[in-house]
């Protein structure tokens, strides 16, 4: 078996001249959860459409679990297991969470089978354990118009579970939610990151703080630095990629905190 579920290889993709991503490499083990970080133009949302089918290389390629997906469509990709989060909850808003999850849980089901026929006993467990997973097992039976933003996005994730993807790509997962629904929202990742693989594109760097195990940095379309989030804050190529200021020597180096909280780091 492949140790590696993922692997970018001279990775170019190239948009009427302008590189969106520019010879990038990347790779990541089998089990890992990755936290990717970059500013404005950085090619964090090129990332992800790269590796689901929606764009394809100009130059390189991508593997997963050994396979170069190159000549595969969107829906063939996530066939082989890769699962994408957007970061707007894309949930039927007038169904319940049970409802919104047993539809994930078969895709050939139709809401008209949802709603009319018996869902069988298997499924019926797995909706059950994964409303536990998700925190929605109180609310199971409301209207997913009801639910927080944050419980929206619980249930979205839920539902990319459902589905069995071996590589989650979750896409700014805490992006309007309070501290609460973010500090539940890591650990829910976390926990999933015991039986997935999973990318997760975030900038709110307390929330990076929390869940990263290791986190690559983009900038202008490649890899800028790899390593722990003390590495990262503390790394004078990326202070000055998102303060904008050059690095003499150590003495130059702005505390995490300074790093942490600069508006500049909003990608």
């Not at 009427?16 to 890992?32: C, H, I, P, V």
């Not at 290389?57 to 997963?64: A, D, H, I, S």
């Not at 994964?130 to 419980?151: C, F, V």
């Amino acid at each position: 078996m492949n140790a590696k579920i993922l692997e970018i290889e001279n990775l170019t993709v190239s948009f009427d001249g302008f590189k969106a991503l520019n010879r990038l490499n990347f790779s990541m083990d089998t089990g890992e959860l990755r936290v990717i970080i970059g500013p404005n133009g950085a090619g964090k949302t090129t990332f992800l459409d790269i590796i689901t089918g929606k764009v394809k290389p100009t130059e390189g390629q991508v593997r997963f679990k050994g396979r170069n997906l190159r000549s595969y469509s969107e829906h063939k990709i996530a066939r082989l297991g890769v699962g994408r989060k957007f970061q707007t909850p894309r949930v039927y808003l007038n169904l319940t969470p049970r409802e919104n999850l047993e539809l994930a849980c078969n895709p050939r089901k139709t809401v008209f089978k949802t709603l009319f026929r018996r869902t069988p006993a298997l499924e019926r467990q797995t909706v059950k354990e994964l409303l536990e997973t998700i925190g929605l097992s109180a609310k199971a039976d409301l209207k997913a118009n009801l639910l927080s933003h944050g419980e929206k996005q619980w249930l979205e994730i839920g539902m990319l579970v459902a589905q069995s993807p071996d590589l989650l790509l979750v896409d700014e997962p805490v992006a309007g939610l309070t501290d609460e629904e973010t500090y539940r929202t890591g650990e829910l990742l976390v926990a999933l990151s015991k039986s997935h693989s999973v990318i997760v594109i975030e900038h709110d760097m307390e929330f990076v703080r929390q869940i990263a195990r290791k986190v690559t940095v983009l900038h202008e379309g490649s890899v800028l630095f790899e390593g722990n989030i003390e590495q990262v804050q503390s790394d004078p190529r990326v202070i000055e990629v998102y303060l904008g200021q050059e690095i003499e020597s150590e003495d130059d180096l702005p505390s995490a905190t300074a790093f942490s909280i600069s508006p500049s780091l909003t990608p």
